[in-house]
């Protein structure tokens, strides 16, 4: 486990928030319960069959009687009818019928970020057997997005040993998962997420690069003119803020380079946070990263909720559930 991570899970462990976890019917999910349980990172409430989730923890060494644990089965759960009547009220405006809302609370994605909204639980993770639409969508239809932010978005840490870059080898890449192609109002609500995060997690003064093809206008073209707007729109609204752009990626992490191409920027040639133009160069980058300097890619990490909501690959492990429960709880 790197540095970085152990002080997530050390962090999480002295707030001992609750996290919902909805995709109780699937092993990873019990494997990692029994493990956040065992180094006392986070309560848990386990979504799914009572009977069948139960079974499966005691195989796993739970004590399920702990006060630690709880296992809900929405269908069942004695709380549905007020969640359901909730969830109509939010949403009847846009079309749904109470039968709509009553099908769709007994999803445990659904009740899952009812009990975050509720604050029932600090959080949620999910997406070992959900797909990340899915995953997003149920956050967004009752968490919501947060403060004037209209834009849910996602973040890499990535975590090198090339200690010259960003903060002491740590950089913030966004978004890498979720926009495929966002506007520049999007690009800025993007950054201003992932400036938040920074602070939070890296305990670091954000310094933006808002990467492109061209550097302060050395080529010009559609593409780079939504950067270089994105770059405005959020001066205007956070005129604190470091930020810098558009930008090419080596102006924004090499100072030699950054003296040439960007002299007198406070960010380029030191970008500790790297917001990509598009979906396609958000994500080809975090992985050239992590297979080409051998890094370590914490996430996706999902920003802009109202409340955390994380989605996690199909294809992740018991560990993976752990770090992301550890990384939720520290989230606000």
């Not at 699937?26 to 009977?51: F, P, V, Y």
């Not at 004695?78 to 007994?106: D, V």
């Not at 932010?149 to 966004?174: C, P, R, W």
């Not at 939504?226 to 803020?241: E, H, I, M, S």
Request: aromatic letters at 4%; glycine letters at 8%.
């Amino acid at each position: 486990m790197s540095n970085l991570l152990e002080s997530f899970h050390q962090k999480a462990a002295t707030l001992n928030r609750t996290i919902v976890l909805p995709e109780g019917g699937d092993h990873r999910t019990i494997k990692a319960a029994a493990t956040i349980l065992k180094e006392k990172l986070a309560k848990l409430i386990i979504l799914g069959d009572i009977n069948t989730v139960t079974a499966a923890l005691k195989a796993e060494g739970v004590d399920t009687s702990s006060p630690d644990i709880q296992v809900m089965e929405p269908a069942k759960d004695p709380k549905l009818g007020e969640y359901t009547r909730k969830y109509y009220e939010m949403r009847k405006a846009k079309g749904m019928t109470e039968e709509e809302a009553s099908y769709s609370m007994i999803n445990a994605l659904y009740f899952g970020a009812m009990l975050v909204k509720e604050g029932v639980a600090h959080g949620s993770v999910a997406g070992a057997t959900s797909m990340t639409a899915d995953v997003l969508r149920a956050g967004l239809k009752v968490v919501g997005s947060k403060g004037a932010s209209k834009t849910v978005s996602s973040f890499f840490i990535m975590d090198t040993n090339k200690t010259e870059f960003g903060e002491n080898g740590t950089l913030l890449f966004a978004d890498s998962a979720v926009n495929p192609d966002p506007n520049a109002d999007q690009l800025a609500d993007i950054a201003m997420s992932t400036a938040e995060n920074c602070k939070l997690l890296l305990h670091a003064e954000p310094r933006i690069a808002m990467l492109s093809f061209s550097t302060k206008g050395s080529a010009e073209h559609s593409n780079t003119q939504k950067v270089a707007t994105a770059v405005r729109t959020l001066r205007d609204r956070a005129p604190g803020l470091m930020v810098d752009g558009e930008m090419q990626l080596d102006a924004a992490i090499i100072p030699t380079v950054a003296d040439r191409k960007a002299p007198g920027s406070t960010v380029a040639g030191r970008a500790n946070i790297l917001i990509f133009p598009n979906l396609d160069a958000g994500n080809i980058g975090y992985k050239l990263v992590e297979r080409f300097a051998d890094a370590r890619a914490i996430g996706p990490i999902i920003q802009g909720f109202a409340k955390p909501i994380n989605d996690l690959s199909r294809g992740c492990s018991a560990e993976d559930i752990v770090d992301m429960v550890a990384i939720t709880s520290v989230q606000e």
